[in-house]
């Protein structure tokens, strides 16, 4: 029903592999990125979703946010998560995010997220 772009952006290349496939096998279209830079510079493909990795080299999930909202302020991100995150995790909510998910997380229940929070984003944009 949807052919969503969905920018995923992770340091872990078995993550962006993971979902990379995934995502495609369901008619997709991943766009992938191993650090916050990279996702940046990837922006103007403009991707319906972003799945963006907390920690990071390079760019972190905070940093990427924090410059991302200044441009597109209602882009839905959902951030992925590691155990003991809790302190990054308030700050990327305060910089506003749909959802975050924990590692590791079901695709399946993932990608049903991923939807209805697009859905929503349609409704109020
Ligand atoms: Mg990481």
């Known amino acids: 029903m949807f052919e969503l772009k969905v920018l995923i952006v992770d340091d872990q290349s078995g993550i962006r592999r993971l ?3 995934y995502f495609k096998h369901e008619g997709w ?7 916050g830079r990279e996702a940046l510079d990837l922006l103007p493909e403009n991707p319906d979703v972003i799945l963006l990795d907390i920690k990071m080299p390079i760019m972190d999930g905070i940093e990427t946010l924090r410059t991302l909202r200044r441009t597109h302020p209602s882009l839905p991100v959902i951030v992925m998560t590691a155990y003991g995150e809790l ?7 305060s910089l506003g995010i749909s959802a975050k998910v924990h590692k590791p997380f079901d695709v399946v229940a993932l990608k049903s997220m991923i939807e209805s929070i697009h859905l929503q984003h349609l ?3």
């Open 123 to 125: 409704h109020v944009s």
């Open 87 to 93: 302190d990054v995790v308030q700050q990327a909510e």
């Open 19 to 21: 979902l990379t496939e």
């Open 29 to 35: 279209r991943p766009v992938v990125a191993a650090n």
